[in-house]
Nanobody
Framework: QVQLVESGGGLVQPGGSLRLSCAASEITWGYYAIGWFRQAPGKEREAVSC????????WYADSVKGRFSISRDNAANTAYLQMDNLKPEDTALYYC??????????????????????RGQGTQVTVSS
């Protein structure tokens, strides 16, 4: 059974950085678009970023554009979310999802809001002084 495992969360001061990882075995990673979502207590789920399966196109929410960077290493079956200049409003549970799709990133993320093939349990990010 495929398991997605996120790591890299933690407590960081405003302005700090974290790099989240999302890893899985037993699948052909390159066939999947990878998305990151976040959810804070009392708030709706928010789509954060996506990287496509083909060509590695990317999409970012306006709230993180210019601060976050998504990447993938298909040989290692791992995706990353580099988060810089973190703000208190970035505090949330972050989780990754996989969707087997050739769509470019924006379209893949739109589909991921409705369904996905795999989802991780999440890693907590807390931004506080």
């Amino acid at each position: 059974q495929v398991q997605l495992v996120e790591s890299g969360g933690g407590l960081v001061q405003p302005g700090g950085s974290l790099r989240l990882s999302c890893a899985a075995s037993e699948i052909t990673w390159g066939y999947y678009a990878i998305g990151w979502f976040r959810q804070a207590p009392g708030k709706e789920r928010e789509a954060v970023s996506c990287i496509s399966s083909r060509f590695g196109s990317t999409w970012y929410a306006d709230s993180v554009k210019g601060r976050f960077s998504i990447s993938r290493d298909n040989a290692a079956n791992t995706a990353y979310l580099q988060m810089d200049n973190l703000k208190p409003e970035d505090t949330a549970l972050y989780y990754c999802v996989l969707l087997r799709s050739p769509l470019e990133a924006r379209q893949a993320m739109a589909m991921m809001t409705r369904r996905n093939d795999y989802r991780g349990q999440g890693t907590q990010v807390t931004v506080s002084s």
